[in-house]
């Protein structure tokens, strides 16, 4: 009598080694499962990393910030998980693409895991560096050669698990497209030309109506 050993995987943890298993599944049983949510998370991770780039502290105290970043993050998260979906798909459709919208939102929400991983990094960043996170003048990074080793820590693990993220995209939108990773490439390559001919386009427009 043959048993059924199989058992169902869990994505928050199978995401990082079994990225088009996992992605396959969840299409498969429900393909909005946690999409907002992941989307949200990922938009609040980055606008938490751009606000430390921009250098936001040295207009807002750590409150603000927190609080800026908890409203625009989720919302431009979900928002370009929409658009960038709705782009895949239509420039994915002329390389052979046959995903839907919603399975494309799909791999790229749960692609975002390790993003929303590194989230936690923010808590032993807070307790040693504080305030200075997010200000360009940073005297007390630069006063102890121990924090500074432990800041550019912190920043190239960070880039890892980007690029580690991007990497999981890829085979999960060519999971979901029907392709490979590198055909996944050139589909998300395609969607970023989309973006500029969109802008430069724009541009050029608003220029022209200034000579009228």
């Not at 199978?14 to 299409?27: A, D, F, N, Q, Y």
Request: net charge negative.
């Amino acid at each position: 009598m043959e048993t059924d050993d199989y058992r169902p995987l869990t994505p928050w943890t199978s995401i990082w080694t079994r990225p088009r298993e996992t992605i396959r599944e969840i299409v498969f049983s429900n393909p909005t499962r946690s999409v907002l949510l992941l989307a949200a998370l990922a938009g609040f991770s980055t606008a938490l990393d751009n606000a430390s780039i921009a250098s936001m502290g040295d207009t807002f105290d750590l409150v603000m910030i927190f609080g800026i970043v908890a409203i625009v993050g989720p919302i431009g998260g979900i928002v370009s998980l929409f658009i960038g979906a709705a782009l895949l798909r239509w420039m994915g459709m002329w390389i052979g693409g046959v995903a839907s919208s919603m399975d494309i939102r799909a791999a790229m929400a749960w692609s975002n895991v390790p993003i929303i991983w590194a989230l936690l990094l923010w808590i032993p960043e807070l307790y040693l560096f504080g305030g200075e996170l997010f200000t360009s003048y940073t005297p007390k990074i630069d006063a102890s050669e121990s924090l500074t080793y432990s800041f550019i820590g912190f920043d190239v693990i960070k880039i890892i698990v980007s690029m580690w993220a991007f990497i999981i995209f890829l085979k999960c939108l060519g999971e979901v497209q029907g392709f490979s990773a590198w055909k996944a490439l050139g589909n998300t390559l395609l969607a970023g030309l989309a973006v500029i001919v969109l802008i430069v386009t724009t541009l050029f427009g608003l220029d022209a109506m200034d000579v009228i």
